[in-house]
């Protein structure tokens, strides 16, 4: 459906049309959350927002010829690896999620020793193909694709209405029975990542036609979402796997 919208219309629009397929057909976002699928969460996700945001976005910063655009991967990648000032209070984004991860019952050591997964691992390695070695406004695409999904709009119900990590916000707070602050790695989020893919969705509109690079776009759009469908459901099914009291 949204595969057949994405040949068609102008290039935001078809990229707009695979986040919403990507929203609605991924196992992760359409299944109940667990604990062990919470917890597996908290510990993968910590180790790939520092790999995606020392690793592999730098590379795409270093191969954009646009000022602007590189310093505003340098400071989105600054806000989720150093310190967010702006929304964060002062904390790296995996930090925050640290913290979430020992409210929901995980131990710090848990969190600072867990191993990427087979299928985490597998996901650093496509995104690198489809990152290094790129042209920049495919890596553009693919630094900020994912966080798209933050911004409301995308899948139905809740999802919808307020984004991946409102949906998230609600599901761990009913799952944990946790409210307000203890929920700030998803709130910050919301704001943190409409600025973010803000930068890859303006770039692509500013730059896709000029370039010839509208089809390429999309087509970037939707692997990287697909490696990201992958990764995300490796963390469900390895979730009910781990023991949870
Ligand atoms: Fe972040
Ligand atoms: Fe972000």
């Given at each position: 459906?949204?595969?057949?919208?994405?040949k068609?219309?102008g290039?935001?629009?078809?990229m707009?049309?695979?986040?919403?397929?990507?929203?609605?057909?991924t196992?992760?976002?359409?299944?109940?959350?667990?604990?062990?699928?919470?917890?597996?969460?908290?510990?993968q996700?910590?180790l790939?927002?520092?790999?995606?945001?020392?690793?592999?976005?730098?590379?795409?910063?270093?191969n954009c010829?646009?000022?602007?655009?590189r310093?505003?991967?340098?400071r989105?990648?600054?806000?989720?690896?150093?310190?967010?000032?702006?929304?964060?209070?002062?904390?790296?984004?995996?930090?925050?999620?640290e913290?979430?991860?020992?409210?929901?019952?995980?131990?710090k050591?848990?969190l600072?020793?867990?191993?990427?997964?087979?299928?985490?691992?597998?996901a650093?390695?496509?995104?690198?193909?489809?990152?290094?070695?790129?042209?920049?406004?495919?890596?553009?695409?693919?630094?900020?694709?994912?966080?798209?999904?933050?911004v409301?709009?995308?899948?139905?119900?809740?999802?919808?209405?307020s984004?991946?990590?409102g949906l998230?916000?609600?599901?761990?707070?009913?799952?944990?029975?946790?409210?307000?602050?203890?929920?700030?790695?998803?709130?910050l989020?919301?704001?943190?990542d409409?600025e973010?893919?803000?930068?890859?969705w303006?770039?692509?509109?500013?730059?896709?036609?000029?370039l010839?690079?509208e089809?390429?776009?999309?087509?970037?759009?939707?692997?990287?979402?697909?490696?990201?469908?992958?990764?995300?459901?490796?963390?469900?099914?390895?979730?009910?796997?781990?023991?949870?009291d």
């Open positions: 459906m949204a595969r057949t919208k994405a068609s219309g290039v935001i629009e078809r707009d049309a695979v986040v919403h397929d990507f929203c609605v057909r196992r992760f976002f359409n299944e109940p959350m667990t604990r062990g699928r919470a917890m597996m969460f908290a510990m996700h910590r790939n927002t520092r790999q995606r945001n020392s690793v592999l976005k730098l590379k795409v910063a270093s010829p646009d000022w602007d655009i310093i505003g991967i340098l989105a990648c600054a806000q989720e690896v150093i310190a967010d000032h702006e929304h964060g209070g002062g904390r790296a984004h995996w930090e925050v999620l913290a979430l991860g020992q409210r929901i019952g995980l131990k050591s848990q600072r020793n867990a191993q990427p997964l087979p299928s985490t691992q597998l650093w390695s496509a995104w690198e193909g489809l990152m290094a070695n790129r042209h920049w406004l495919e890596g553009l695409v693919a630094n900020t694709c994912a966080e798209r999904a933050n409301p709009g995308y899948g139905r119900g809740v999802f919808k209405k984004g991946w990590f998230e916000r609600q599901r761990w707070g009913t799952l944990f029975a946790l409210e307000g602050a203890d929920l700030d790695f998803f709130e989020h919301e704001k943190a409409i973010h893919s803000d930068m890859g303006k770039a692509v509109a500013t730059h896709a036609r000029a010839r690079m089809d390429a776009v999309v087509v970037a759009c939707e692997r990287n979402l697909l490696v990201w469908e992958l990764y995300l459901n490796g963390i469900a099914d390895a979730g009910d796997r781990l023991k949870v």
